[in-house]
């Protein structure tokens, strides 16, 4: 099994508010990911890391910002929550060979 | 044409057939391959990685073929319990590159 958590596992919020989605890993992975996923649909990336301090965005375009001040450690923050941010945010790590990447359970967002 | 593709299915398998999923990638994720499973709602998690002399790990068989570039999973005895979403997945050079996954459904 992977070490790796994310915080809220469910979470419903209004629209315009801020929220961090956490997200930690206990394997010491230097590479860390964020992927959205709707119910029955594709994986698509939306943010990456290759190690402290190292932010990039993925392919799908979000309104979503991270930060990586801690190896372990990958929040994900949307500064003002809309309807359209409904879905479900996957975390994951790999190591630095980055050959095999493990998910976190997932939060699944709703704005209400 | 997309990076990996994979049909989408539904495959409706009884119990105790052999399945095979195929799936094909473009160069861009061509370094390592992946299965992973995915339930319902829940997060994928990994199956196995797929080694160009191929692998096996129980009644699951994963295979590589470079040169018409794509890989493929197949598995012996279905259960009930191996309905669920198949992915495969590419590692280009610094992402992983998903399928839109294979959905398996097994039948009593």
């Known amino acids: 099994e992977a070490d790796i958590y994310q915080t809220p596992r469910y979470l419903v919020i209004g629209t315009g508010k801020k929220i961090t989605l956490e997200c930690s890993q206990t394997m010491g992975h230097d590479k860390m990911y964020w992927y959205q996923q709707d119910p029955g649909m594709e994986l698509h990336l939306i943010h990456y890391?290759?190690?402290?301090?190292?932010?990039e965005k993925g392919d799908l375009s979000s309104e979503s910002t991270v930060s990586r001040i801690r190896t372990e450690h990958f929040p994900l923050t949307l500064e003002s929550a809309r309807p359209s941010h409904t879905s479900q945010y996957l975390c994951a790590s790999s190591d630095a060979t980055g050959f095999e990447q493990y998910f976190g359970p997932g939060t699944r967002l709703t704005v209400t | 044409r997309k990076e990996v593709e994979q049909d989408p299915g539904p495959f409706n398998v009884p119990e105790g057939a052999t399945v095979a999923f195929n799936c094909t990638y473009s160069n861009s994720a061509s370094q390592s391959f992946f299965w992973y499973r995915q339930d319902c709602r829940k997060e994928p998690k990994l199956l196995m990685s797929?080694?160009?002399s191929g692998n096996e790990d129980g009644r699951f068989t994963a295979q590589l073929n470079r040169a018409s570039q794509y890989i493929s999973l197949l598995i012996r005895d279905s259960k009930l319990s191996d309905s669920a979403t198949y992915l495969c997945?590419?590692?280009?050079?610094?992402?992983?590159?998903f399928g839109t996954g294979t959905r398996l459904k097994v039948l009593a």
């Open positions: 997945a590419g590692l280009g050079t610094y992402k992983y590159i």
């Open positions: 890391s290759y190690g402290v301090n190292s932010t």
């Open positions: 797929v080694y160009s």
